[in-house]
């Protein structure tokens, strides 16, 4: 199993920066891709931007620019940096991987969720 661990959020008025952090612990093989997801009340959850372990990414249109994620394979946690922040980036973002488990002596490539981190942007 793997746990993962998220900090970094919190309040941040609008036009200011926040930095989230994402910590991947647990019995695993390794750690493969991993990303942030938001969601705002009422709708669905969203990529904001993943990172492979190769360090390979992806960023949703509506956030290029502003955010950048990146990782740290050695201490498996990964960030983002999110900067000129808008109010209608509140949201609760949430980390998200997969990484290769044992599972009954099988080698899985299963994917695993956080807990979730507030994010507020206040006008």
């Known amino acids: 199993q793997v746990q993962l661990v998220e900090s970094g959020g919190g309040l941040v008025q609008a036009g200011g920066s926040l930095r989230l952090s994402c910590a991947a612990s647990?019995?695993?093989?390794?750690?493969?891709?991993m990303g942030w997801y938001y969601q705002a009340p009422g709708k669905q959850r969203e990529l904001v931007a993943s990172i492979t372990s190769g360090g390979s990414t992806n960023y949703a249109d509506s956030v290029k620019g502003r955010v950048t994620i990146s990782r740290d394979n050695g201490k498996n946690t990964v960030y983002l940096q999110m900067n000129s922040r808008k109010p209608e980036d509140t949201a609760v973002y949430y980390c998200?991987?997969?990484?290769?488990?044992?599972?009954?002596?099988?080698?899985?490539?299963?994917?695993?969720w956080g807990q979730g981190t507030q994010v507020t942007v206040s006008s």
């Open positions: 998200n991987a997969d990484a290769f488990t044992v599972v009954n002596g099988l080698i899985r490539n299963i994917e695993y």
């Open positions: 647990g019995n695993f093989v390794s750690v493969n891709t």
